[in-house]
């Protein structure tokens, strides 16, 4: 199968054509329509997820029905639930499509075999990981000490392009903020 | 050098004797007193630290001379501000010892050489990154989620221990809440 966004993408990323014919050629397609769910909390994350097209989003749902988004996952980027799919046990978030979308999607195996046979995947996987690490680490930072003014300004500077393409209110359930909180920034800043 | 707790802490990760003595000696003993930093925000982290004995945390102080904690590192356990040691960057966090502490301390030369030629080594530290994300992913959708009640409520489930260890405030200041909100709590399930 070719997957030319994805092959682009891994070619950027200096992966040998070679790699990137292994890695692609295990790829499965997948379309998914707008809210549609990818993952639902409770199962088992059994695929490594690339969004080709569209935005995905990770999410929890909690007691009194309020949606708490964990990360979203536009073009060119990965998601999965780490936890469930590394331990494979159920998920505690769902994962669903903001946009009509676009996937690839590895099953574990085959991802695992991947990972242990071209050094060139693993390398990048870690760089990958990296990121991860030090954007939650600075997540939790900015959770700890930001106010909800600051919380936005980093949200518009860290992702400018997110504005037009999600509603209010999953920027607020980002966020960890209320809509109303939301409005009123949003509002405080045109006015200046 | 002998580090016979590291030691005893590497083995019973099933860690050859040859890795264990290869790890164990290039890495270089330290002692904190209470309160000592071993790292100020603005420096570089150039060392991976393993706790031997005692507590450190990893903090920041915002504008207004606030502590916010991002992490307690026990014994047993390692810490470093993964970012500025990553990428040899200027660190936005502090780390100092909330106990008296000894660690061990590894060159990040030295660190890398290991990584690369003990391969158990490398199969350990990707199973510690593994459980750093899945805790740090829990900790963004507690931040997110949970009253103040939950986020303590799981605190004292995770870190049984720490309750006797810590100040109030820096319990505080690891949740994201108020000393006046947490002394709330305590007193409400004294109650009960």
Chains 1, 2 share one sequence.
Request: net charge positive; hydrophobic share 40%; aromatic share 8%.
């Amino acid at each position: 199968m070719m997957h030319p966004e994805f092959e682009t993408y891994l070619r950027r990323s200096d992966l040998a054509e070679e790699a990137v014919r292994k890695i692609s050629d295990l790829a499965v397609a997948r379309k998914l329509r707008r809210n549609e769910l990818l993952l639902s909390a409770g199962e088992i994350c059994r695929h490594k997820v690339f969004v080709v097209s569209g935005l995905l989003h990770t999410f929890n749902i909690s007691a009194g029905g309020t949606q708490h988004i964990l990360q979203f996952a536009p073009e060119n980027s990965w998601t999965l639930d780490v936890e469930s799919y590394d331990r494979q046990i159920p998920s505690q978030v769902s994962i669903g499509a903001v946009e009509p979308s676009t996937i690839l999607c590895w099953q574990k195996k085959d991802f695992d075999m991947l990972l242990a046979e071209v050094p060139q995947l693993k390398k990048f996987a870690e760089g990958l990981i990296a990121r991860n690490i030090h954007y939650s680490r600075k997540r939790i930072l900015i959770s700890l000490s930001a106010t909800p003014e600051e919380k936005y300004e980093d949200f518009i500077q860290t992702f400018p392009d997110y504005l037009a393409r999600l509603p209010l209110r999953m920027i607020a359930a980002y966020l960890g903020i209320s809509i109303k909180t939301l409005t009123r920034i949003r509002h405080a800043q045109l006015q200046r």
